[in-house]
């Protein structure tokens, strides 16, 4: 299937409230137009669908069926969402002060996973403590990288360290 990963691009979009469930049918009407749907009945009825409730279930069997079960897991849309905050992060449309509530948001509802508290962590303290922006930086771009490559979860921790996070601290002598 070409451009699926498209389709999963949107989700995290999606996810985050920066698209609208109307751009999933507009995927779905661009790959008819494109003969890109071979025989996926799916597809012809995302983009047959007039009705928000309609639409999540068809995106799920679809990129299920391409892209694996855990696809479309929370942790990995928060990656990469992350992969995207950075983008804006590196281009000046975000600051550690914008970014804190956001990351703390999404580590609390994820439980806690233990590859975003350094980064939430060092994010707030890079707030008020000035130290800590080099730190902040390092994290931000150890774990932006590794999910921008990453095609699952398992992909993500298979490649995660987690005393590559702790190294990301201030260091007083």
């Known amino acids: 299937m ?10 995290f979009k999606v996810q985050v409230g920066e698209a609208h469930w109307q ?22 009825m995302l983009a047959a669908a007039t009705l928000p409730d309609e639409v999540p279930l068809l ?6 069926r391409y892209l694996g079960d855990d696809a479309l897991s929370d942790e990995l ?4 969402w ?9 281009s ?22 233990d590859w975003l508290m350094m980064l939430a962590r060092n994010c707030e303290y890079a707030t008020d403590v000035p130290d800590f922006q ?8 150890y774990i932006a990288g590794l999910w921008d490559g990453s095609r699952s979860l398992l992909d993500f921790m298979s490649q995660y ?4 996070s702790r190294s990301h601290d201030v260091q007083y002598e």
């Open 92 to 113: 000046g449309k975000e600051t550690a002060i914008s970014l804190e509530p956001k990351l703390w948001r999404r580590y609390y509802d994820l439980a806690m996973p």
């Open 59 to 64: 995106v799920v069997q679809i990129a299920e």
């Open 134 to 141: 080099g730190p902040f930086d390092e994290e931000f771009d």
């Open 77 to 80: 849309v928060a990656g990469k």
């Open 23 to 44: 751009d999933y049918i507009n995927w779905a009407i661009d790959r008819l137009r494109c003969d890109d749907e071979g025989d996926d009945l799916d597809i012809v």
């Open 82 to 90: 992350i992969v995207e905050l950075h983008r804006a992060y590196k």
């Open 161 to 164: 360290d987690s005393a590559i």
């Open 2 to 11: 070409k451009n699926i990963e498209q389709l999963r691009e949107i989700y």
